[in-house]
């Protein structure tokens, strides 16, 4: 006899951790720095936001010599026991001009950032001295060693001042700088194809709102999509928009696998009938299908086509973005072989209460309060964009563990995740 199973009965797969889901799609991360043609030089002003290849060794020391912290006079404290003491002014040092050695019995006029002259040990700022004809008064007895900037004191010569697999910032191109570099060898840019599906989808500028017709709606994850990859470093090609059909979704997936790294799209990965995404994907190359255990975000699609990775997000505007965020974010960065790949969470206070814990770990759109509290945004659903706007970062909660005002919460700052 044969049993016929009901499909809504048959055993669910159990739903993946994220850690879990996120380990396997970093180990897929072959980082492209390791490739043929995978790193380049650019100009130490076109660097921000790109990720080191190599070790910069600074061939100097920073400062190079002792200077001055301040406008005012180099002397040796000896010379000025006690308060009053004056002393004549031999030199005029400016910054970017060279010192004599200090005549003994002498102060040297001096400014902020000018070598200090050897023979003098001390700085003391022109506030605190009153300046006479060819001579300076002290109006304190100094103490040795103020106001001097020592040589080396911010990079000794020979040291690693920025690692490779250093993610650069402005002050990491400002050091480059500091020790000479006007280029610096970094990763090539991940080169990325993105596409949205949906055929209720309609472009802004396409149609006034007043035209949009019954079950039309504007697609905001292809902004959103496009904007984080910038921010990431990578090429985009904007596919633009593809419709629900399986034979144009394996054309603009085999037309996109042909010379990007990663193809990435948002919807058509849930289990509905015009989700056409993933009969695509598996026809032209290999799928892995997650359902994962976050709020918002379950369905989460890791897969291959040719040479290209392929990531499907879904489609809902706020499950895309934090699965971006949690998922994609740290993968861009594997590929180019940056170091730090998770956000940096703070223990925070709840100013709000989340009774109802989902069984899934979720991440809730905050924002931290002028009080240095986590407020709520009080729509939370996978759909409404406002929330991750209004918010300023979001809570990772454990799965179940209910929220009282004042417990203390984990918060990740959107300021850290879009940077
Ligand atoms: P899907 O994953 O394709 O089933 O889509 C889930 C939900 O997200 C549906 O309500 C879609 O209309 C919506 N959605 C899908 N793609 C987009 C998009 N690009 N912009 C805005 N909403 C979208
Ligand atoms: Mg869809």
């Given amino acids: 006899m044969t049993t016929l199973i009901n499909p809504s009965q048959a055993p669910r797969k159990p739903l993946r951790s994220l850690d879990d889901a996120l380990a396997e799609l970093l180990s897929y991360a072959h980082a492209l720095g390791d490739t043929a043609n995978g790193v380049e030089v650019v100009s130490t002003f076109d660097a ?22 301040m406008d005012g006079y180099a002397l040796c404290a000896a010379d000025v026991p006690e308060a009053g003491g004056v002393l004549p002014v ?3 040092i400016a910054a970017g001009s060279a010192a004599q050695a200090l005549q003994p019995g002498t102060a040297a006029r001096i400014f902020t950032g000018a070598p200090v002259p050897p023979g003098a040990d001390t700085v003391v700022m022109q506030e605190q001295c009153e300046a006479l004809d060819g001579a300076v008064r002290f109006s304190a007895r100094p103490p040795v060693n103020q106001a001097i900037r020592r040589a080396g004191e911010d990079v000794a010569q020979g040291a690693d001042v920025l690692l490779s697999g250093t993610r650069l910032h402005p002050a990491a ?9 006007a280029e610096l060898k970094v990763v090539r840019r991940p080169k990325v194809a993105l596409f949205s599906t949906g055929d209720e989808l309609v472009m802004p500028g396409e149609l006034a709102p007043a035209q949009l017709p019954a079950g ?10 496009r904007a984080l990859l910038l921010r ?31 193809i990435l799209t948002s919807g058509g990965v849930s289990v509905g009938e015009e989700d056409h995404v993933k009969p695509a ?20 699609a890791y897969g291959r086509v040719g040479a290209a990775h392929f990531v499907g997000l879904p489609g809902n505007p706020v499950s895309s973005f934090v699965t971006f965020l949690l998922l994609v974010r740290p993968f ?30 979720e991440f809730l759109r905050v924002w931290r309060n002028p009080e240095g509290r986590l407020d709520l945004f009080p729509n939370q659903s996978s759909g409404v964009l406002t929330s991750a706007v209004w918010g300023d970062g979001l809570v990772d909660n454990p799965p179940g563990r209910p929220i009282a ?13 879009l940077a």
């Fill in 232 to 262: 990431l470093g990578c090429e985009v090609t904007d596919m633009g928009i593809v419709p629900d059909q399986l034979a144009a979704t394996q054309k603009a997936l085999a037309q996109a696998a042909e010379h990007h790294d990663l």
């Fill in 405 to 417: 005002v004042g417990d203390e919460v984990a918060f990740i700052s959107f300021a850290e995740l």
């Fill in 173 to 181: 191109l400002g050091l480059a700088a500091s020790v000479g570099r």
């Fill in 90 to 92: 031999s030199q005029r």
């Fill in 281 to 300: 994907v598996s026809a032209l190359g290999e799928l892995h299908l997650w359902q994962m255990a976050i709020k918002p975000g379950k369905p989460f």
């Fill in 216 to 225: 039309a709606i504007y697609n905001s994850n292809r902004f959103f999509l």
């Fill in 48 to 69: 921000d936001g790109r990720v080191l290849a190599e070790t910069v060794v600074s061939p100097l020391q920073v400062p190079a010599h002792d200077n001055s912290a």
């Fill in 332 to 361: 861009l960065l594997r590929l180019q072989g940056a170091e730090e790949l998770a956000p940096k969470a703070t223990p925070m206070r709840a100013n709000f209460a989340w009774p109802k814990a989902d069984h899934r770990r």
